[in-house]
Nanobody, 121 residues
Framework: QVQLVESGGGMVQPGGCLRL?????????????MGWYRQAPGKEREFVAS???????IYADSVTGRFTISRDNAKNTMYLQMNSLKFEDTAVYYC???????????????WGQGTQVTVSA
């Protein structure tokens, strides 16, 4: 069993910052791409950012320059540093990881349970 556990969500004022973490645990041989999606009330889930195992990153236009994704491969943990938060960043943030469990298996995409981020005055 492999689990992704997110932490770091909360409530913050506009212009504030938060740091989300996503830790993978269990039977892991290798993790390829990891990333974040978010879903605001009444909206579809949208891509936020992703990072490959060698550190290549992609960001949604809406968060470029404000959010930074990173990972610690030794700890199987990924981070999302969110600065200059706006009202429209309010959402449940979900992490995902493309996990390979063994030398003989392919990658499967796993999701975390989600963590709430609320930007409010």
């Amino acid at each position: 069993q492999v689990q992704l556990v997110e932490s770091g969500g909360g409530m913050v004022q506009p212009g504030g910052c938060l740091r989300l973490s996503c830790a993978a645990s269990g039977n892991i041989f290798q993790i390829n791409t990891m990333g974040w999606y978010r879903q605001a009330p009444g909206k579809e889930r949208e891509f936020v950012a992703s990072i490959t195992s060698d550190g290549s990153t992609i960001y949604a236009d809406s968060v470029t320059g404000r959010f930074t994704i990173s990972r610690d491969n030794a700890k199987n943990t990924m981070y999302l540093q969110m600065n200059s938060l706006k009202f429209e960043d309010t959402a449940v943030y979900y992490c995902y990881a493309d996990v390979i469990r063994s030398w003989f298996s392919g990658a499967s995409t796993l999701w975390g349970q989600g963590t709430q981020v609320t930007v409010s005055a």
